[in-house]
């Protein structure tokens, strides 16, 4: 694999089991139509340079070679075992490898954790036995794997009955038979799987681990995965920072979108926080390409492939079809792309060219004309591409199979004439087109819609890479987060604090890590609330103060804008039978008595511990409201500011921030280093907090502050995973 760093254990039997130069088959069949005689058959019949081991006593040969009764009577040490055992031997299989010396097997064989209680125990029992003999495993329960570009075949797929010409896509699945399927879609466009990867059970090593070493690959230009479920959620954020500094990108296609799998929560922010939205989060914040499906997967790694990064998303449109420009249009703008209008000078030139029937405002319809004078086509997508306002283009045509040469020449010389990028969608091409625009380095989608997504996917991951490389450090200081983390004093018995932090110790806490905070006191009776509003000297909210009742609107326990005694009397009466009424058994600590604030847009800034991916904080719209509006934005801390405005860009009422119905602009960078200094405190108290919720959070003129606050620490009723 071309190599050049200095490798560590663990990379190097990862570069053992993906790029052997020896491979043992445990169980080895003379029948190399079987599952465990398919591997011998791949590596023979598609030119494995290397020494190959068929091991099983019922054989003296196999095919040829020489077969070894056991692990104990090689000759040598392998650098890959393929295993393929029934279950219960698989253990006895690892601990012989292990003494071995070998240091990476795969594991075909059956029977673990996809089987229930007997099955994971038996899998727990298998990774002891790895781990004390130190065998990395790639499965159990996988198809194994395929390096097309050293024609490893460690594996029984069907794929690799057919032609697997390697190429620069590095294709990592979690599921073997719909990975399988993908592959052969991948082959029947022309896209080259330099890596096929089945890693089954994921018992050892998982999706990342596989994929990093792949993309260290000097040959792989893309990386592609097919995901059910994040197992490592450290593991794949680390690996996206890696393809981001290596310049390669990470398509991923994750099924469960739809699925919550959240618990019912004392904050919004808990309650709002949906598997499928997290990952989402972490794959803009991280750079990774995501794909609704397999087919939308393979339209980006085409794009992926063949086309140079756009400089913007400003996108020009040529096509034969008015229809099919318009739909692409439409397209373009529900996934962020621009379709502008062309400069007066470019619709001029195009007027020249484009027959008068035709159309030359963007999209440009060139007609079928074109084919009885192909340079109408031809200088009509240069002088589109040369207008100062395109970003990149997409040439729209269909069938012409009586002309598939003609096509093919000018395509070709387009892409050398033009230094902006295109791809080509040209609908139901003959074979001989695709092969062709290949061939000259050209992308060739197969509809409207999916060339559109393909540019749109284009445009955002060379976005992200120019901001990415365009990030410098905060600067603004992230305040007392240091100590933060410290601050909780143990409590006899469990956790500082478990369960709900008072809220005058949870304001102290933020407040230090630079979180603007209003200000608050606590009040045990009616003369206490009092007290209070005269120091305050304005109008007051009195709020029930509870660690049983978080959603204080929800108990009737809060009341706003009070300006007289006599207010503040009733109100601390009404709240105290409110939530009395609303939970008969809640402790009531008394009333928080604090400031009225103002501010234009009410939002919420919170905290959710992931089971997958630690700590992610929230932004959202609506305050109280924010679980009907669900206008929600995460990302994982800690970020600092630049991070923290694209969260803010994100969100789908994002243009009150500038100012509607006669109200001001507000400061949205004052919003982001809230933001920022949320997630470092996140970061800091990692080890204790379970949730945060800063609602509302209020912006206008005078600047931003949290009003009202909940925060959760771990104990005796919490734990990490949630």
Same mark, same amino acid.
């Given at each position: ?38 591997? +011998? ?42 295993? $393929? ?152 954020? *680390? +690996? ?44 803009? #914040? ?77 999209? $440009? ?98 976005? %992200?890479?120019? %901001? ?6 905060? %600067?603004?200081?992230? %305040? ?162 630049? *991070? ?71 104990? #005796? ?6």
């Amino acid at each position: 694999m071309n190599r050049v760093l200095a490798l560590t254990p663990n990379d190097q039997a990862l570069d053992a089991m993906l790029a052997p130069r020896s491979i043992a088959i445990l169980g080895a069949s003379a029948q190399l139509s079987k599952i465990n005689g398919r591997p +011998l058959k791949f590596l023979l019949e598609k030119g494995y340079a290397g020494t190959i081991y068929p091991v099983n006593p019922k054989y003296p040969q196999i095919a040829g070679l020489t077969c070894y009764p056991n692990v104990e009577a090689l000759p040598t040490i392998p650098d890959l075992a393929v295993v $393929v055992v029934p279950a219960n031997d698989v253990c006895p299989v690892i601990e012989a490898l292990g003494r071995k010396g070998v240091r990476a097997a795969v594991v075909f064989s059956s029977g673990f954790g996809e089987m229930g209680a007997a099955g994971k125990e038996r899998e727990a029992a298998l990774l002891a036995m790895a781990r004390a003999n130190g065998v990395r495993i790639c499965g159990p329960n996988c198809l194994g794997l395929i390096n097309a570009f050293d024609k490893v075949y460690a594996t029984f797929s069907q794929y690799a009955d057919g032609d697997t010409a390697p190429g620069p896509v590095g294709f990592v699945t979690q599921s073997g038979a719909f990975g399988t399927a993908i592959a052969a879609l991948a082959r029947r466009r022309g896209l080259g799987l330099g890596y096929f990867v089945n890693t089954g059970n994921e018992m050892d090593v998982g999706f990342a681990d596989i994929m990093s070493r792949v993309v260290d690959d000097p040959r792989i230009k893309v990386a592609a995965g097919y995901l059910e479920g994040i197992k490592d959620g450290p593991g794949l954020v *680390e +690996l996206a920072d890696h393809c981001r500094r290596i310049d390669k990108p990470l398509v991923l296609t994750k099924v469960g979108r739809l699925g919550a799998g959240v618990r019912a929560a004392a904050s919004h922010t808990g309650s709002l926080a949906v598997e499928d939205d997290l990952f989402d989060a972490v794959a803009r #914040q991280y750079g990774i390409v995501r794909a609704r499906n397999e087919e939308q997967m393979l339209d980006i790694l085409e794009a992926f492939v063949y086309t140079a990064p756009p400089a913007g998303g400003r996108l020009g449109i040529v096509t034969q079809s008015g229809g099919a420009g318009v739909m692409m249009a439409d397209r373009a703008e529900e996934v962020g792309l621009t379709v502008p209008r062309l400069s007066a000078q470019t619709e001029a030139e195009l007027c020249k060219i484009v027959p008068g029937f035709g159309a030359s405002a963007n999209p $440009v319809d060139v007609t079928g004309q074109f084919v009885a004078e192909p340079a109408i086509l031809r200088n009509s997508v240069l002088t589109l591409l040369a207008d100062p306002g395109i970003d990149i283009g997409i040439v729209w045509l269909q069938l012409m199979a009586a002309h598939v040469d003609l096509l093919v020449t000018l395509f070709t010389d387009l892409k050398k004439s033009s230094t902006k990028p295109f791809i080509v969608c040209w609908v139901a091409a003959p074979q001989e087109a695709v092969e062709g625009l290949h061939r000259a380095g050209i992308a060739v989608l197969r509809g409207a819609e999916p060339a559109v997504d393909a540019a749109a996917a284009l445009v955002r991951h060379a976005a %992200a890479r120019r %901001a990415w490389l365009a990030a410098k450090p905060d %600067a603004v200081p992230i %305040a007392d987060t240091g100590s933060v983390a410290k601050r909780p004093a143990p409590r006899a018995g469990g956790p500082p604090w478990a369960g709900v932090v008072p809220t005058l110790q949870a304001v102290q806490w933020l407040a230090a890590a630079g979180v603007p905070m209003a200000d608050v006191e606590l009040a045990e009776s009616e003369d206490g609330a009092v007290s209070a509003w005269q120091r305050f000297g304005g109008p007051v909210a009195l709020k029930i103060e509870s660690p049983a009742i978080t959603h204080k609107t929800e108990a009737g326990g809060v009341r706003l804008n009070l300006k007289d005694e006599a207010a503040v009397r009733q109100a601390y009466r009404e709240i105290i039978q409110s939530a009395r009424k609303y939970d008969p058994q809640a402790t009531l600590t008394g009333v928080m008595v604090q400031p009225m604030a103002t501010g234009d847009i009410e939002l919420v800034v919170g905290v959710k511990r992931d089971p997958t991916f630690g700590m992610m904080v929230m932004l959202g719209m609506g305050g109280i409201l924010v679980e009907v509006l669900r206008d929600v934005v995460w990302r994982q801390a800690p970020f600092g500011v630049d *991070e923290a405005r694209r969260m803010l860009d994100e969100l789908r009422m994002r243009a009150v921030f500038d100012g509607v119905r006669g109200r001001p602009p507000v400061d949205k960078h004052i919003l982001a280093v809230l933001l920022s200094r949320v997630a470092y405190f996140a970061d800091a108290m990692k080890e204790h907090l379970l949730e945060l919720d800063l609602n509302p959070v209020l912006i206008g003129e005078k600047g931003v502050v949290a009003v009202d606050c909940v925060m959760v620490l771990m104990g #005796q009723r919490h734990s990490a995973v949630v």
